[in-house]
């Protein structure tokens, strides 16, 4: 299967201070990525859709200044959370769906925790 | 839209004994339908897929998942649960039309008493 890779696993930062998150597919190249947040105990809700060379259309109630997404190239979607809050405080995961298969695949997320 | 529901948030089984986890979608057209499960603070693991053909699918793990149609239903089957079966489990659908992007269903907690 395809592979999606999702750096760091884990990051805790400062308020006020911003942090990138990477998500690479490593042997295929996705034109598209799909950012989710997972809340405690909840479930994951589609935040933007990354379009490689355009911009990322995001979901209602995103906001797209404080969630930057960039998709500079067909492997690496960047999510950049700005000016974190605790409230950001969640676990990230990236999805790419690689041409031909009906399939998602997932990175392994991220948690950050802001303080 | 299309839409999905895991009717039970909470599931508690004894090891050994069986399993079915719930599963309903909404979608108008026929849906690529998924079953994840999820350990804690861990990310997403695929343990089965429908796209279409047998609607009996075969998974990982020793899990199984049943489309049925006219019930909008793909729930998550497993004869003998094991003690390490405990996490989240998550139903999704996928629109192959909009590149792959999953709507997920609230998922189910599995517990396991020894």
């Known amino acids: 299967g395809a592979v999606v890779s999702q750096h760091p696993s884990r990051v805790i930062c400062k308020s006020g201070t911003s942090v990138k998150i990477e998500c690479r597919s490593l042997?295929?190249?996705?034109?598209?990525m799909f950012w989710y947040r997972q809340f405690p105990k909840k479930s994951l809700m589609l935040m933007a859709t990354?379009?490689?060379?355009?911009?990322?259309?995001?979901e209602q109630g995103v906001e797209k200044d404080k969630f930057l997404i960039n998709h500079a190239s067909l492997t690496l979607s960047t999510l950049t959370v700005t000016s974190a809050h605790p409230e950001d405080s969640s676990f990230y995961i990236c999805?790419?769906?690689?041409?031909?298969?009906?399939?998602?695949?997932f990175g392994q997320g991220t948690r950050l925790t802001v303080v | 839209a299309q839409s999905v529901t895991q009717p039970d948030i909470h599931i508690t089984v004894s090891e050994g004994a069986s399993l079915e986890l719930r599963c309903n979608y909404s979608?108008?057209?026929?849906?690529?339908l998924f079953w994840y499960v999820q350990s804690p603070g861990q990310g997403l693991q695929l343990l089965l897929k429908?796209?279409?053909?047998?609607?009996l699918v075969q998974g990982i793990k020793g899990f199984e998942a049943e489309f049925k149609r006219s019930q909008s239903s793909f729930n998550l089957r497993k004869p003998s649960v094991h003690w390490s079966d405990a996490a989240e489990y998550f139903c999704?659908?996928?629109?192959?039309?909009?590149?792959?992007?999953?709507?997920f269903g609230g998922g189910t907690r599995l517990m396991v008493k020894p």
């Open positions: 042997d295929f190249q996705a034109t598209t």
């Open positions: 999704a659908v996928g629109v192959l039309g909009a590149g792959n992007m999953l709507t």
């Open positions: 429908y796209f279409s053909g047998d609607t």
């Open positions: 990354s379009n490689e060379g355009s911009k990322a259309t995001y």
């Open positions: 999805s790419a769906p690689k041409g031909g298969s009906a399939e998602a695949f």
């Open positions: 979608y108008g057209a026929t849906p690529y």
